[in-house]
């Protein structure tokens, strides 16, 4: 019996081995094929990263295209205009603001300086007066005394030369004494400077040595003030009415002679190193675009304005037409000296995205270049170009909205 129990705890045994050994077995082999799967899949990972470098490196980066080709029959659409790039002297010009004024040299204020009611108005705003011309009729009763206080004071005078003519003729035939003739000659002397006085007196008032002369033949007082123009040019201000009553002082007309007139305008702080005495400028109104009017710079301010940081500047421009009138806006345009190989091109064939600058140049076989362009200062026709053209290459410089087209598209749609 002893020796059946040992064998079969012998069989047990073996068996329990044989499952622990199964159970081992199989434990390996989920290990081993799980070891496999990462093993195959991270070398489908490789491959897959190999294939796709492997395919950049073969296809260039997707971008902007720099070069477009246009047909025939779109280009000749769009109004394709091409201008060469030019190489030459640059002359920059700098514009100030400015207005007309008269010229105050041949400027003319005339007032009265008696007080009198306006009888008479013959001249108006814009019209042309020759010096001397009457402009209006004062009637006054200063004027009227004064007149009055002549012919009296002319009578008088008259009277004490006659008085010692006689005492000069007694005196020789010793009928009065020296005494009485020296007498007659202070009283005639007297007369004489109240005459020259009263005379001065008409003469301050505006009366002309013709009227002096008519009041010593006729002796009649007239009490009419003629004003006068001083100077031949346009009456550019009338300050009166018939009926009106002006004040002495008054200004009643301004009379300037506009064959010449001035612009004046301020000039900023940091262009005063361009301008200079006796340079020749150009004017431009408002009221005349496109028209240039030749002058000369006559005065320049010694002091800037605290406020404006600004420096007056006057241009005397001739105006034989009387196109240029007081108070027109105009500006000056002051040109700089030139610099000499200068890339030039026209405004119209720049175009500007933000900071950047760039013009469309013409390729052989219908293309067209986007070519990026570093500017320079500009004039109203030209700019000049620092960098990225050369002289005599093509540049569009009209119907560019077809390439900007062409160009957006390539953005966004580019070529495969």
Same mark, same amino acid.
């Given at each position: ?31 081993? #094929? ?8 991270? #070398? ?27 047909? $025939? ?53 814009? =019209? ?27 009578? =008088? ?15 020789? *035939? ?16 007297? %007369?004489?400077?109240?005459?020259? +006085?009263?005379?001065?007196?008409? *003469?301050?008032?505006?009366?002309? %040595? ?7 033949? *006729? ?6 003030? $003629? ?21 002495? %002082? ?17 000039? $900023?702080?940091?262009?005063? !190193? ?7 400028? +150009?004017? @431009? ?21 605290? %406020? ?57 076989? #219908?293309?067209?270049?986007? @070519? ?18 050369? *002289? #005599? ?12 087209? +062409? ?6 749609? $580019?070529? !495969?």
């Amino acid at each position: 019996m002893h020796m059946i129990h040992e064998r079969f705890c012998c069989i047990a045994v073996m068996r329990l081995l044989r499952r622990r050994w199964l159970l081992i077995s199989v434990g390996v082999m989920v290990v081993l #094929g799980a070891v496999h799967l990462v093993i195959l899949i991270e #070398g489908g990972k490789q491959e897959r990263g190999d294939s796709a470098i492997r395919k950049s490196e073969s296809v260039p980066p997707a971008g902007p295209l720099t070069v477009v080709t246009l047909k $025939p029959d779109l280009a000749a659409e769009a109004g394709i205009h091409v201008t060469p790039v030019v190489k030459g002297g640059f002359r920059l010009h700098r514009d100030f603001p400015a207005t007309v004024q008269p010229n105050e040299n041949e400027l003319a204020e005339v007032t009265t300086l008696v007080r009198g009611r306006v009888v008479e108005v013959y001249a108006d705003v814009g =019209q042309d007066v020759n010096k001397g011309a009457v402009l209006a009729l004062l009637h006054s009763k200063d004027l009227s005394l004064a007149q009055a206080a002549y012919v009296k004071a002319a009578a =008088q005078s008259h009277e004490a030369a006659l008085a010692y003519e006689r005492a000069t003729t007694l005196y020789e *035939e010793l009928v009065v004494s020296l005494a009485e003739l020296n007498r007659r000659e202070a009283v005639m002397k007297t %007369a004489r400077a109240e005459l020259r +006085e009263t005379t001065h007196r008409l *003469e301050l008032l505006g009366v002309q %040595a013709e009227e002096i002369e008519r009041l010593d033949r *006729e002796h009649t007082i007239r009490s009419d003030v $003629p004003i006068r123009a001083p100077v031949a040019g346009r009456v550019i201000m009338r300050n009166l009415t018939r009926g009106e009553v002006v004040e002495m %002082a008054q200004k009643i007309f301004t009379v300037a002679d506009l064959s010449d007139v001035w612009v004046v305008g301020k000039v $900023p702080e940091k262009d005063v !190193q361009f301008i200079h005495r006796e340079q020749s400028v +150009e004017v @431009r109104a408002t009221a005349y675009p496109g028209r240039v009017f030749p002058g000369t710079i006559t005065y320049l301010s010694d002091v800037l304005d605290p %406020a404006t940081r600004t420096m007056r500047l006057r241009v005397t421009v001739p105006n034989p037409k009387k196109l240029l009138k007081p108070e027109m806006f105009a500006s000056v345009r002051v040109y700089a000296e030139p610099e000499p190989e200068v890339v030039m091109v026209p405004v119209a064939a720049v175009q500007r995205s933000g900071e950047s600058s760039y013009v469309f140049m013409r390729l052989e076989g #219908g293309r067209f270049e986007k @070519r990026p362009v570093v500017l320079g200062p500009e004039t109203d026709q030209v700019v000049a170009v620092l960098s990225g053209l050369r *002289e #005599g290459e093509l540049i569009v410089t009209a119907g560019t909205f077809v390439l900007k087209s +062409e160009f957006e598209k390539s953005q966004i749609e $580019p070529v !495969q």
